[in-house]
């Protein structure tokens, strides 16, 4: 008898642990799983194009023309001055960033051109090389000229 | 030894539970961390000094162990210069409040500092149990040209200073939630909730960006926080889930984030705000962010949730933290 009284006891014990464990209660939910309460993916992908991206969206225009700026042709200008990069006069710390901002901002009626201002040759191929790698993803035109 | 096996079990199974309901401490090192950032609240120490000589019963409810930057003129200083006294600057008064300090790299800075100047001590108010004087532990004191201070302003260590008053007003939930931002914030701010485009529109809760990295317009890895609001009411299916704080917590986590491992953090600022802290090392598509969530609840109606982003170190901690200090909710 005593020792059904000690394996009865240790299972409400046992019983009581996973009580307090959280198991048996309904789990929490929200009214709507999709889509979710932030994007967060996206409003980082967002955030690495800087400043000019975020006026276009904020304004719902291209401040350059009224119209919507969505279809625009554009140029971007890439300058390599020694082993600094810089994408349309903002400076580009390195080549992640630049493959990045040329995914979210190219657009296949772009020109993409490429500068050399002093640049060191490594460097300038290495933009070339990334350059011309987006140029076949994304459609753009691209082409290379002195600063 | 079978009193052995059977202690052993029980222990067993009691750790065992512990893990299983998230008892186990966390100490995954927070950025915003409350207990470590400290964000200072401006006040002329003439103020504080006809309070303190009223013996006014609200005093050790305003600053009872809080976090000051005092603006006074410095009285004395003890010839180790461990202690020194600081006074009106306006007007010849015998009441001075006295600031310590153990710190070797503080006590250099009251070296330098000498008497009559006018100075700013960041530090930390307490009232002596029996004889009810009040001191302010040092952290830092520093000689100073402004001829006053505003008593709505907040500053951090580094002297850099955000008044509530010049900075631009933000409310949440109808105004229950009011925050203020720097205004340099302004110009990097995105409402993802009531965007007109869809594809501008990132979040069914209100929620704003601060693309952070983008004030100084430099080229630098995303840093963002988001300021949001989760209304219980609005957002959870059985309005009866309302208290269970922790578990809203985690149904929220688990939505936003790829899958959240680790646990929930409790902190308690200085200034009375609960703050629930999770932190993880976030993957977006190749690169690795420290993403960090602030959950404060407002009693069971929802919860204000600050989202912070950024990769290497941080950049503009000093104006977060501040940005925090002056939120005000309703209760």
């Known amino acids: 008898m005593k020792k059904w009284k000690k394996k009865i006891l240790i299972l409400l014990s046992c019983m009581g642990l996973l009580l307090l464990a959280g198991f048996g209660s309904q789990a929490v939910r929200l009214l709507s799983e999709k889509p979710p309460l932030l994007d967060l993916d996206k409003a980082i992908q967002d955030a690495q194009f800087g400043q000019n991206g975020n006026e276009a969206s904020q304004e719902g225009k291209d401040p350059e023309n009224p119209a919507d700026g969505k279809n625009k042709e554009k140029t971007i200008t890439i300058r390599v001055r020694g082993e600094e990069i810089w994408y349309n006069e903002r400076k580009c710390n390195n080549l992640t960033v630049l493959e990045a901002w040329l995914r979210g901002d190219g657009k296949s009626q772009d020109t993409v051109v490429l500068a050399d201002d002093y640049a060191e040759s490594h460097c300038y191929d290495d933009t070339a090389a990334v350059i011309e790698m987006m140029r076949d993803k994304v459609g753009f035109s691209y082409r290379e000229e002195e600063w | ?331």
Not at chain 2, 251 to 276: F, M, Q, R, V
Request: hydrophobic share 35%; charged share 25%; net charge neutral.
């Open chain 2, 1 to 331: 030894m079978k009193q052995k096996r059977r202690i052993m079990v029980l222990v067993m199974l009691i750790l065992t539970s512990a893990f299983l309901s998230g008892w186990v401490w966390n100490n995954k090192e927070t950025v915003m961390d409350v207990d470590k950032v400290f964000v200072y609240r401006n006040e002329p120490v003439e103020y504080f000094l006809l309070r303190s000589a009223s013996n006014s019963d609200s005093l050790k409810e305003d600053y009872q162990n809080q976090y000051f930057m005092m603006y006074g003129r410095l009285r004395s200083k003890s010839s180790d210069n461990s202690k020194v006294e600081i006074g009106m600057t306006t007007v010849s008064s015998p009441h001075v409040l006295t600031c310590t300090t153990s710190d070797e790299d503080v006590i250099a800075s009251v070296a330098d500092v000498r008497i009559g100047d006018l100075v700013k001590v960041y530090g930390k108010l307490t009232v002596g149990l029996l004889d009810g004087k009040w001191t302010m532990t040092m952290h830092k004191i520093e000689k100073t040209y402004e001829k006053s201070v505003s008593r709505s302003a907040y500053s951090v260590i580094s002297g850099k200073t955000i008044d509530k008053e010049k900075a631009e007003k933000r409310v949440l939930n109808d105004g229950m939630v009011t925050y203020y931002i720097p205004t340099s914030w302004k110009t990097v701010e995105k409402d993802l909730y009531h965007a007109d485009k869809a594809e501008d529109k990132l979040a069914t809760m209100e929620c704003y960006q601060y693309r952070l990295n983008e004030i100084d317009r430099q080229a630098v890895e995303p840093e963002s926080l988001f300021v949001c609001y989760f209304d219980n009411d609005t957002l959870l299916l059985r309005k009866s889930d309302k208290s269970r704080t922790e578990q809203i917590e985690k149904t929220i986590l688990d939505n936003i984030l790829k899958s959240p491992e680790k646990k929930i953090i409790k902190k308690t600022a200085s200034y009375g705000a609960n703050y629930h802290y999770y932190s993880e090392a976030y993957t977006n598509n190749g690169p690795t962010y420290h993403a960090e969530f602030i959950f404060q609840p407002v009693n069971t109606e929802g919860f204000v949730i600050y989202i912070y982003i950024c990769k290497n170190k941080p950049q503009h901690l000093d104006e977060i933290m501040t940005m925090l200090r002056m939120v005000e909710v309703e209760q």
